[in-house]
């Protein structure tokens, strides 16, 4: 059976730390928006990004270099980040008998993370400036 009673308990510390965190975070957003002093000012309703002020349209066209970019850095970062739970795991494969195994597929899986950075690179998928 998959859930037992004993279960509430083990995990009612978990529910009261979301339950006081919830209030802790609606409680400063009501306490600013109560207390917060109001005040006009020309430059609030300005755009402002990074410390510069706006430049040019909001609709301007970017690069789909741009876009190819950050969708390989965040190919190869969620991909690196599979190999965190092998890294934990590993200890307790090996003494199973598995760790042979278990490296193996690693292996294999890192090459093939390295064959695809090498085709990006060669390609100049990587290069900012073209």
Do not use: Q, T
Not at 19 to 36: D, I, K, T
Not at 38 to 66: D, P, Q, T, W
């Amino acid at each position: 059976m998959w859930f037992r009673p004993s279960m509430l308990i083990d995990y009612a510390p978990i529910l009261v730390l979301f339950v006081l965190v919830a209030l802790f975070a609606l409680g400063n957003v009501a306490l600013s928006e109560l207390l917060g002093r109001r005040r006009a000012a020309i430059g609030k309703a300005s755009a402002y990004e990074c410390g510069m002020g706006a430049v040019g349209n909001a609709r301007m066209r970017l690069s789909i270099h741009f876009y190819l970019v950050a969708v390989l850095f965040i190919l190869f970062d969620v991909e690196s980040l599979l190999l965190i739970p092998w890294a934990v795991a590993a200890r307790g494969l090996a003494a199973d008998g598995f760790g042979g195994i278990v490296f193996a597929e690693v292996v294999a899986f890192v090459a093939v993370l390295a064959v695809g950075l090498a085709f990006v690179w060669r390609k100049g998928g990587l290069e900012w400036e073209r």
